[in-house]
């Protein structure tokens, strides 16, 4: 998982690096090329999901944890055809993300830099919203229905947006940089194969010659550990709540998959954007005379303050579960759902996704701010490319964990039974690297220029 989720981000900063320009034709057709693609790539994952169900026919007892049959192993050309699409859908995300959101931003004057703030707020806004679908209807139609449907749902939104997006292209405004783009050039002669497109490499050259890659590098390296922070809402997150008691309502109430509270994440979006947007900035910018109320760099690190107190409580959540585990005599049991309500991992959701208000958003707007107009797109695939990097890092850090905890006939902290498992010493790391992360951070941001007053 941490191996795609890093080539799901590289491939966003290679794609754009290499093909995105403001030139309107090229910018359309990577586009388009994308939602192709991500619609491709949901209806080949679809359409190699057989439509029986996978999973024992007790699995919705919520007494016992679930595993799928042993008789539903699957051939090397199905893994095959199974990882071609989620490729295909990590290329599509590759062209997609860093171009449309930097469109987005492009339709604001390059003066209104408190308008454009504002629109990275509304953004994740408005995507928060499909994220908590996604997190609770889809997720529920996927646990009782199928994951045939479900990825057929996802394929038809798919088609329907594509749609939507061709209605509104005479719309969009696309803006053009005065000394031109040498990327856009580059796309022009590789799309549409023009014999008279040629590549000024000299002016390429200079493109970085203000070093902003040199002034964004420390700032990339002191935001990996929040960003392996954040990937453990997929990973370890949600395999804590698959051991837990997953009920709503008591005996016969609803049961809740454990990836279902990923929507607490994207309630917190939709709850604290708007007072952020509307409430907070506007009284900080009346205390601060500051535009945007505090600095792009200031956000960010309330955020990464944010995700070491999560780090902190998901240890000590953790080790409540460990003990409530071994109280209920189930630490070799890991096939019984222990006694404590998946309810108790709501904080350290909620708390995540504070984080990512202030971090995650702060983290886009930096990234395009702080790069030149014709590179706006790589700036934005560059700071994606932090949490594919992190991801792979977080990796990594459980693999090391992993190998030195059982070299010596222990029991990993990682084990596949988590009632003997130690992932609150691992979340309490997490929050020591956080920490030393944050002085790191408030260093290098200290001595940062920005190229736009008034930062």
């Known amino acids: 998982?941490?191996?795609?989720?890093?080539?799901?981000?590289?491939?966003?900063?290679?794609?754009?690096?290499?093909?995105?320009?403001?030139?309107?034709?090229?910018?359309?057709?990577?586009?388009?090329?994308?939602?192709?693609?991500?619609?491709?790539?949901?209806?080949?994952?679809?359409?190699?999901?057989?439509?029986?169900?996978?999973?024992?026919?007790?699995?919705?007892?919520?007494?016992?944890?679930?595993?799928?049959?042993?008789?539903?192993?699957?051939?090397?050309?199905?893994?095959?055809?199974?990882?071609?699409?989620?490729?295909?859908?990590?290329?599509?995300?590759?062209?997609?993300?860093?171009?449309s959101e930097a469109l987005g931003a492009d339709q604001f004057d390059s003066s209104a830099g408190a308008s454009r703030s504002s629109y990275f707020n509304w953004f994740h806004f408005s995507i928060s919203w499909g994220y908590a679908i996604a997190a609770t209807a889809v997720t529920y139609v996927e646990e009782n229905v199928g994951w045939t449907v479900g990825f057929a749902v996802c394929w038809a939104i798919m088609v329907v947006y594509l749609a939507v997006f061709l209605l509104g292209k005479r719309t969009y405004q696309v803006e053009h940089p005065?000394?031109?783009?040498?990327?856009?050039?580059?796309?022009?002669?590789?799309?549409?194969?023009?014999?008279?497109?040629?590549?000024?490499?000299?002016?390429?050259?200079?493109?970085?010659?203000?070093g902003f890659l040199v002034k964004l590098l420390p700032i990339w390296l002191s935001s990996l550990v929040f960003a392996a922070c954040i990937s453990q809402i997929t990973t370890l997150f949600t395999k804590q709540g698959s051991t837990m008691d997953r009920r709503l309502g008591g005996a016969t109430g609803l049961v809740l998959p454990p990836a279902a509270l990923q929507c607490c994440i994207s309630f917190t979006f939709i709850a604290l954007v708007p007072v952020y947007d509307r409430a907070i900035v506007p009284f900080v910018r009346h205390l601060t005379g500051h535009p945007r109320g505090i600095t792009m760099l200031q956000?960010?690190?309330?955020?990464?303050?944010?995700?070491?107190?999560?780090?902190?409580?998901?240890?000590?959540?953790?080790?409540?579960?460990?003990?409530?585990?071994?109280?209920?005599?189930?630490?070799?049991?890991?096939?019984?759902?222990?006694?404590?309500?998946?309810?108790?991992?709501?904080?350290?959701?909620?708390?995540?996704?504070?984080?990512?208000?202030?971090?995650?958003?702060?983290?886009e707007e930096f990234f395009y701010d702080q790069v030149p107009d014709a590179l706006r797109s790589v700036g934005l695939a560059l700071c994606l490319s932090i949490f594919g990097v992190g991801s792979y890092a977080s990796g990594m850090l459980v693999w090391a964990i992993d190998w030195a905890t059982t070299r010596g006939g222990g029991e990993s902290w990682f084990s596949d039974n988590l009632?003997?498992?130690?992932?609150?010493?691992?979340?309490?790391?997490?929050?020591?690297?956080?920490?030393?992360?944050?002085?790191?951070?408030l260093y290098f941001a200290k001595q940062y220029a920005y190229r736009h007053k008034p930062e």
């Open 178 to 210: 005065m000394d031109g783009s040498s990327f856009g050039r580059l796309a022009e002669k590789l799309v549409f194969s023009r014999p008279d497109a040629t590549i000024d490499t000299q002016r390429l050259l200079e493109t970085n010659q203000d």
């Open 419 to 441: 009632n003997r498992a130690h992932l609150d010493y691992f979340y309490w790391i997490l929050a020591g690297l956080g920490t030393l992360e944050v002085v790191v951070f």
């Open 299 to 363: 956000r960010i690190g309330a955020g990464m303050v944010t995700s070491c107190i999560t780090m902190a409580v998901a240890a000590l959540v953790e080790a409540k579960r460990l003990r409530v585990a071994k109280d209920a005599g189930l630490l070799d049991r890991p096939d019984v759902a222990v006694p404590m309500s998946l309810c108790w991992l709501v904080p350290q959701y909620v708390l995540i996704g504070l984080a990512e208000v202030f971090s995650y958003i702060g983290l």
């Open 1 to 99: 998982r941490d191996v795609l989720l890093l080539t799901f981000k590289l491939l966003q900063f290679a794609h754009s690096f290499v093909t995105f320009s403001r030139a309107y034709l090229t910018s359309r057709l990577l586009m388009l090329m994308s939602d192709d693609e991500q619609s491709l790539g949901m209806l080949t994952v679809s359409s190699m999901l057989q439509t029986r169900q996978l999973r024992p026919a007790d699995c919705h007892d919520t007494t016992t944890t679930c595993s799928p049959p042993p008789s539903t192993s699957s051939s090397p050309a199905q893994l095959g055809f199974f990882y071609t699409a989620l490729y295909l859908l990590a290329l599509a995300q590759g062209f997609h993300k860093p171009c």
